[in-house]
């Protein structure tokens, strides 16, 4: 039997493509700026194509071409743009922010390939900050100072969400949004990503996909129904006593974390320490949840940060004095143990905490499977497979 050709656009580590690619798509085509990426996805799928260059450059006749596609051809196409512009960590500068790093813009190279290739269906993929991030980025203190009224329309909080919503419906494309929690779909570690599909022909994509997993304590784990949450010990405590394992050491601050217990974070270290520890953040209101913090064995891995040995997003191991490793970052995010990541230490952090998690990328690929297998019309439909949801 065929199956049906997707391509993946700003691809990264490949998690989103991993869990199509179980479901029974073929992968034709992988694009990414980034050359350590690109190295990546060469050191682990040497036959698959790679344009690895600025989606911005890349004319989507291109795409096609080297996919060995024609218009109409792809039955999907995945992509998740890069998010700082969107993340909640840092300064925001929504769908204005057109630097290179930053990626605001890029929303829309994905868009305009949708409109040109012209799939039975895309995924969108980002960070849930998108949804709460205006179309003007104006400072924190400043909204603060104003009231409701006076703050500009497209400076409001979500604006952003509402144009690029928008801009996905004005394509033509039955679309479907929701927030997915990968620790709902049996990954170790309560990560929330926003996800928006879209059906060219107005088939109905099952979106939402039905979660499998839930909290210990929840009635649908107590009954049966689902299975409890995988926890940090499920993925990582066979490496716990590996001597060979890659990280980045924590700079001088990291003295501090011999005072914070598993599960704990700087309201841990002695009150005449934490001004010492935490510098001028310790004047700060709110957001220092992330501040020293130390993992627990027994719940689910805190969303994986581009790079855990920063004060305030530090990703403790939770008996010893170091940031989680390399090896187990991509254990967390559920890649397999032979999957090679190329590049510097910091690089490696970056590409896997950026990933998609391969049952989460699993989980939605097979909705996106389950439209193209039911519908009569399609040439990749059988009417005789059966879906096990």
């Given at each position: ?217 929840s009635l649908d784990v107590i009954m049966g129904r689902k299975k409890p949450w995988l926890t940090l010990k499920d993925a990582i405590w066979d490496l716990r006593n590996r001597r060979d394992l890659e990280y980045l050491p924590f700079p001088s601050w990291g ?25 001028g953040a310790f004047y700060s209101q709110g957001g220092r949840r992330g501040f020293y913090r130390r993992l627990s064995w027994d719940k689910p891995s805190p969303t994986l940060v581009t790079s855990p040995t920063m004060k305030a997003t530090c990703l403790c ?73």
């Amino acid at each position: 039997m065929r199956r049906p050709p997707m391509i993946s656009l700003f691809t990264g580590a490949m998690g989103l493509d991993l869990g199509f690619e179980r479901v029974g798509f073929e992968l034709r085509l992988t694009l990414d700026i980034n050359k350590f990426v690109c190295e990546t996805i060469r050191a682990n799928r040497p036959d698959i194509p790679i344009i690895c260059n600025d989606i911005r450059r890349v004319s989507t006749d291109d795409i096609l071409r080297k996919a060995g596609l024609g218009v109409g051809g792809p039955v999907v196409i995945t992509g998740g743009p890069p998010c700082q512009a969107y993340s909640t960590a840092g300064k925001r500068r929504s769908v204005n922010d057109t630097r290179p790093s930053r990626g605001g813009d890029l929303v829309f190279e994905f868009l305009r390939v949708i409109r040109e290739a012209k799939p039975q269906f895309f995924v969108f993929e980002n960070v849930t900050g998108l949804l709460s991030a205006a179309i003007r980025h104006i400072s924190f203190y400043e909204r603060m100072r104003k009231k409701e009224h006076e703050i500009p329309p497209d400076a409001r909080l979500g604006t952003a969400f509402e144009k690029i919503l928008e801009e996905f419906i004005s394509t033509g494309y039955r679309v479907k949004w929701s927030v997915l929690n990968a620790a709902d779909y049996g990954v170790p570690q309560a990560r929330k990503r926003l996800f928006i599909v879209g059906s060219r022909d107005g088939v109905d994509i099952p979106f939402p996909p039905p979660p499998t997993h839930g909290r210990p304590d929840s009635l649908d784990v107590i009954m049966g129904r689902k299975k409890p949450w995988l926890t940090l010990k499920d993925a990582i405590w066979d490496l716990r006593n590996r001597r060979d394992l890659e990280y980045l050491p924590f700079p001088s601050w990291g003295k501090y974390l011999k005072y914070v217990p598993p599960g704990g974070s700087w309201v841990d270290i002695p009150r005449e320490l934490q001004r010492e520890a935490m510098g001028g953040a310790f004047y700060s209101q709110g957001g220092r949840r992330g501040f020293y913090r130390r993992l627990s064995w027994d719940k689910p891995s805190p969303t994986l940060v581009t790079s855990p040995t920063m004060k305030a997003t530090c990703l403790c191991h939770p008996d010893q004095d170091r940031p989680l490793s390399v090896e187990e970052y991509a254990r967390i995010q559920c890649f397999p143990d032979d999957w090679k990541f190329v590049g510097t230490t910091q690089e490696k952090y970056k590409m896997i905490g950026e990933a998609v998690p391969p049952p989460l990328a699993f989980a939605v690929a097979k909705c996106i499977m389950k439209a193209v297998k039911e519908d009569p019309g399609n040439p990749y439909s059988d009417p005789h497979l059966k879906f096990n949801f």
